[in-house]
């Protein structure tokens, strides 16, 4: 009786390591994307724009204005109440809206804590130095693009702010390149950004510009998220992102 036990034991545990062999892992936690705000501009390349970054403050419960080039509002803290030719929205924490060029807008900060957010630009050259937000709001420029965009040929393009998060402890990606152009924002977490085989780490609050050729890869090495913003531009009907290095062809 006792063989015949021990035998039936040893057969079940040979059917348990067979069936966990058999098992396939569960796969790495991918990369999430979230559009935050995006828009399709009807022409563009005839003449040169930049990359603009500037950071927002609106005391709360005051009121600003602005009018510029066509741009994207990011919340970073508080609430904003954003008036655009009649229509309002409020943004929160995390939500963005896009505002076209020449488009007057009111922002006005919520009651009870100030407002406080990004505001990503394509500038042409002229409008670079013109005020943005006006007083009381208190406005800090974070980056602007020390030469015009590269490799923009006349068309239609498409124009958004993406919300990026990597798992913790993910790989580099393959090699890439842009479409047209990137300008990240890193909210959280630290980046792995590889160039040219050089590895630089990327902290929050980084800001990092990807003109088209450039040759790059992303990774997350902390034990936390890395979560950032990319405001990208990309030729309509052309992927942003694309394996490798551009062909001749580009």
Not at 87 to 108: D, H, M
Not at 154 to 160: A, E, F, H, S
Not at 216 to 222: A, D, K, R, S, V
Request: proline share 10%.
């Amino acid at each position: 009786m006792r063989a015949t036990t021990i035998g039936g034991f040893l057969v079940c545990a040979a059917a348990l390591v067979v069936s966990a062999a058999g098992q396939t892992p569960p796969p790495a936690p991918a990369a999430t994307r979230t559009v935050v705000a995006s828009t399709k501009l009807p022409t563009l390349g005839d003449t040169p724009v930049h990359f603009k970054a500037v950071s927002v403050t609106i005391p709360s419960g005051a009121s600003s204005g602005v009018s510029s080039s066509n741009g994207i509002l990011y919340q970073l803290s508080g609430s904003t109440v954003v008036s655009i030719g009649g229509e309002v929205k409020t943004l929160s924490p995390g939500e963005g809206l896009f505002v076209a060029s020449g488009n007057a807008a009111t922002l006005k900060a919520g009651d009870g804590a100030s407002s406080t957010f990004l505001h990503f630009l394509l500038a042409a050259p002229a409008d670079l130095d013109k005020p943005l937000e006006a007083p009381p709001a208190v406005v800090q420029e974070l980056y602007r693009t020390a030469a015009p965009l590269p490799a923009l040929k006349p068309g239609r393009y498409d124009l958004n702010l993406t919300r990026v998060s990597f798992p913790p402890e993910m790989a580099s990606n393959a090699p890439h390149h842009r479409s047209g152009a990137a300008l990240y924002y890193i909210i959280s977490g630290t980046g792995a950004n590889t160039v040219e085989g050089k590895l630089e780490t990327r902290a929050p609050g980084s800001l990092i510009y990807e003109p088209f050729a450039l040759v790059h890869q992303w990774g997350n090495p902390g034990a936390v998220p890395l979560t950032f913003l990319a405001f990208n531009i990309n030729p309509e009907g052309v992927a942003a992102v694309l394996p490798g290095a551009p062909t001749k062809s580009q």
